[in-house]
């Protein structure tokens, strides 16, 4: 699977073959089938790895009865500790995230990540702590804001630090809080 995922974010899943993977792998074409049933199973299989590895993280230390700063800290943080311990596989999620050769298996995952952010912000909006602005649309502002930050790093164009993640979270927060009086 390490093999696959280096390559499927190098050359891409449709510019990547089994024989490839094998190889990388160090292990022979039939071993790859005898495992999975295709190279879209395999992606697929790759896909939930790392969306799951998200969910478990954030939700993991998700404070439900905190404030929706709180909250949202958590879900920053974690993911930003995700992608800098394991870019190779962020990168692989940020280019594969609708792809149409992803099963309902991979989409019901990456689905219920999308309700668990969207619940966090119809929440956080009721408690009037977030802008009443539809809940899908702030929440791909904020995580376009964040994989444009992580893309920039890995393209070498900013130096991230737990510093410029703190600054970087308080911009975003700031973008989407109710702001007192």
């Known amino acids: 699977m390490a093999a696959a995922l280096s390559l499927f974010v190098t050359k891409g899943f449709y510019g990547t073959a089994v024989p490839e993977i094998a190889k990388q792998a160090k292990v022979a074409a039939g071993t790859i089938y005898h495992h999975f049933r295709s190279k879209e199973e395999l992606v697929n299989v ?28 958590v879900i920053w943080q974690e993911m930003a ?8 596989a962020f990168a692989f999620l940020d280019l594969h995230h609708h792809q149409s050769y992803l099963d309902d298996e991979s989409r019901g995952v990456d689905e219920a990540l999308k309700t668990f952010g969207a619940q966090f912000v119809r929440q956080a909006q009721a408690r009037g702590e977030l802008k009443p602005a539809d809940p899908v649309l702030l ?25 410029s993640v703190d600054a970087a979270e308080a911009v975003c927060w700031d973008a989407v809080r109710v702001i007192d009086g």
């Open 139 to 163: 929440m791909e502002l904020i995580f376009g804001a964040f994989h444009g930050m992580i893309r920039a790093h890995w393209e070498g164009r900013v130096k991230l630090s737990h510093a």
């Open 46 to 73: 790759v896909f939930r790895k790392w969306k799951l590895a998200i969910a478990m993280r954030v939700q993991a230390k998700f404070p439900p009865e905190g404030t929706a700063q709180e909250q949202f800290h």
């Open 81 to 88: 500790a995700l992608a800098m311990e394991h870019p190779e």
